[in-house]
C-alpha cells in the first residue's frame, strides 16, 4: 500500500470516529442532563446546558479534524497582494 492510499484510509477512519463522537457527545450530555435534572429536581436545567456542550464539543472534534487534515497540504492561496500588480485599463471617456 502506497503512501497515498494509507494516508487516505486513515483519514477516512479518523472522520468516521469524528462523526461517532459528535453523535455520543450530543446524546450523553442529554443522558446526563436529564439524570441530573431528575436528580437534582431541576425542570430542564441541565439538559439544555449540556446539550449545548455537546453539539459544542462536537463541533470542536469537527474543527480539529478539518485542521489535522489540511494541515501537510501547502496553501494555495497565500494572499492577493503576493500577486504582480495589474495595470488596468484606463475608463472609456464619454
Given at each position: 500500500m502506497d503512501n497515498d492510499n494509507r494516508k487516505?484510509?486513515?483519514?477516512?477512519?479518523?472522520?468516521?470516529?469524528?462523526?461517532?463522537?459528535?453523535?455520543?457527545?450530543?446524546?450523553?450530555?442529554l443522558f446526563v442532563g436529564n439524570w441530573l435534572d431528575r436528580k437534582m429536581g431541576t425542570s430542564f436545567l441541565f439538559t439544555i446546558l449540556l446539550f449545548?456542550?455537546?453539539?459544542?464539543?462536537?463541533?470542536?472534534?469537527?474543527?480539529?479534524?478539518i485542521k489535522r487534515s489540511f494541515r501537510d497540504d501547502k496553501t494555495i492561496i497565500t494572499s492577493i497582494r503576493s500577486e504582480p500588480h495589474r495595470k488596468?485599463?484606463?475608463p472609456a471617456r464619454n
Open positions: 487516505s484510509f486513515v483519514q477516512m477512519a479518523y472522520a468516521g470516529s469524528v462523526g461517532f463522537a459528535f453523535v455520543l457527545l450530543i446524546f450523553g450530555g449545548v456542550a455537546g453539539v459544542a464539543a462536537g463541533f470542536r472534534n469537527l474543527y480539529v479534524l488596468r485599463p484606463a
